[in-house]
C-alpha cells in the first residue's frame, strides 16, 4: 500500500510558477508509475501528467505541454510537479496518484491518491 502527502499549492498570478511535491510512503515507490491529476469545480477529474517507475517515461496532457514538467526522485520517495506560465483556467485541486501504467487516461486506472492540494490562478 502507498500513502500520498500533496504539497505546494497556493494561490499564484497568471504567468507565475508553483511547484507541487507528492511525498510517499512505503519502500516500493519505483515500482509505481506516477500521475498528477485536477479537477476544478464542477468538472471531471482529469490527468494532467504522469511518470514510469524509473522516471524514463512521460505523457503530458496537450493544455500543459511546454508549461508542466513532471519528475520523480525514487530516493526520496517524491513526485514533483513543475508548473510555469500558470494560467487562470489551470486553477484546481491537484491530486497525486500511483498506478501501474503511466499512459493510463483514466482515473479509475490509478490505486493510490493523495488528499489534494489547491492551485488558484489569478487574472
Known amino acids: 500500500q502507498v500513502q500520498l502527502v500533496e504539497s505546494g499549492g497556493g494561490l499564484v498570478q497568471a504567468g507565475g510558477s508553483l511547484r507541487l511535491s507528492c511525498a510517499a510512503s512505503?519502500?516500493?515507490?519505483?515500482?509505481?508509475?506516477m500521475g498528477w491529476f485536477r479537477q476544478a469545480p464542477g468538472k471531471e477529474r482529469e490527468k494532467v501528467t504522469a511518470?514510469?517507475?524509473?522516471?524514463?517515461?512521460?505523457h503530458y496532457a496537450d493544455s500543459v505541454k511546454g508549461r508542466f514538467t513532471i519528475s520523480r526522485d525514487n530516493a526520496k520517495n517524491t513526485l514533483y510537479l513543475q508548473m510555469n506560465s500558470l494560467k487562470p483556467e489551470d486553477t484546481a485541486v491537484y491530486y497525486c496518484?500511483?498506478?501501474?501504467?503511466?499512459?493510463?487516461?483514466?482515473?479509475?486506472?490509478?490505486?493510490?491518491w493523495g488528499q489534494g492540494t489547491q492551485v488558484t490562478v489569478s487574472s
Open positions: 511518470i514510469s517507475g524509473n522516471g524514463g517515461s512521460t
Open positions: 512505503g519502500r516500493t515507490f519505483s515500482s509505481y508509475a
Open positions: 496518484a500511483a498506478g501501474y501504467y503511466y499512459n493510463a487516461v483514466n482515473p479509475s486506472q490509478f490505486r493510490y
